[in-house]
């Protein structure tokens, strides 16, 4: 099964559950209002680094609108000038989250946001869900979650590979310039005999244990997920 397979497969098992990731919006305009509440004090507060689900932005802006325009007293004209002012500086919009540290919630109910990871995102959850035993069933906040690194592979930048790149890079350099050596001359043989010793030294390393890369660690995040999600499908009775 292709990488885009597996994801559909992943996408598929936690839509059928039921998992659906709340788009996700934040408030334009800050606020914080302190309320008193039968069971004490309380603080409406919002500002723009935080996320929620559409219902639960627009009911925190609609609580936090009936107060201020409370506080401005009785007078109508007060209070249609408070009004205004409310409207034109705190609005719900949409968030596009494409570079998300991690997985995202609404602040308020705690729903599943859509979301999108960047690279610090894309480690910390592969590190998660590698050493996370599923338990008897995949969850579908689980699968979804997977199938966002399945997403995310392409993209990350891994620093492993660098360093792949840099012995070798170290080998054909001193190959390229043992080439362009004169063995006429004497100076040039000296720096020969040193290039064969580095060369020997370089070769004759042990191969070092090639790291897994990203791409192999999700797929086998994604294998594990979903052959535990196939032992655990209701079999087709045979009649
Ligand atoms: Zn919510």
Not at 66 to 75: E, L, P, R
Not at 131 to 154: C, H, N
Not at 177 to 202: N, T, W
């Amino acid at each position: 099964m292709t990488l885009d397979g597996k994801r559909r497969e992943l996408d598929k098992i936690a839509s059928v559950a039921g998992f659906r990731p709340e788009d996700a919006y934040f408030i334009r305009g800050e606020f914080k209002i302190e309320i008193d509440t039968p069971e004490g004090k309380s603080t409406l507060y919002t500002d723009e680094g935080l996320n929620y689900c559409c219902d639960c932005a627009s009911d925190l802006v609609a609580k936090a609108r009936i107060h201020t325009v409370d506080a401005a007293g009785d007078d109508e004209k007060a209070r249609e000038a408070v009004t205004e002012d409310f409207d034109d500086n705190h609005r719900v919009v949409f968030t596009q989250l494409h570079s998300e540290d991690g997985s995202m919630q609404c602040e308020e109910c705690h729903k599943t946001l859509d979301y999108a990871l960047n690279d610090i995102g894309f480690f910390a959850e592969l590190d998660h869900y590698e050493s996370l035993e599923f338990g008897e069933k995949l969850l579908p906040g689980d699968a979804y979650a997977i199938a966002r690194l399945l997403d995310a592979v392409d993209q990350v930048q891994e620093d492993d590979q660098d360093q792949e790149d840099t012995n070798d890079d170290d080998e054909e350099d001193l190959v390229s310039e043992l080439a362009d050596l004169d063995m006429e001359d004497e100076y040039d043989r000296e720096r020969a005999e040193e290039i064969e010793q580095e060369l020997a030294v370089l070769r004759a390393a042990e191969p070092k244990v090639r790291n897994p890369t990203a791409e192999e660690r999700v797929i086998a995040v994604a294998e594990r997920a979903l052959k535990l999600t196939r032992e655990h499908s209701p079999a087709v009775p045979s009649l």
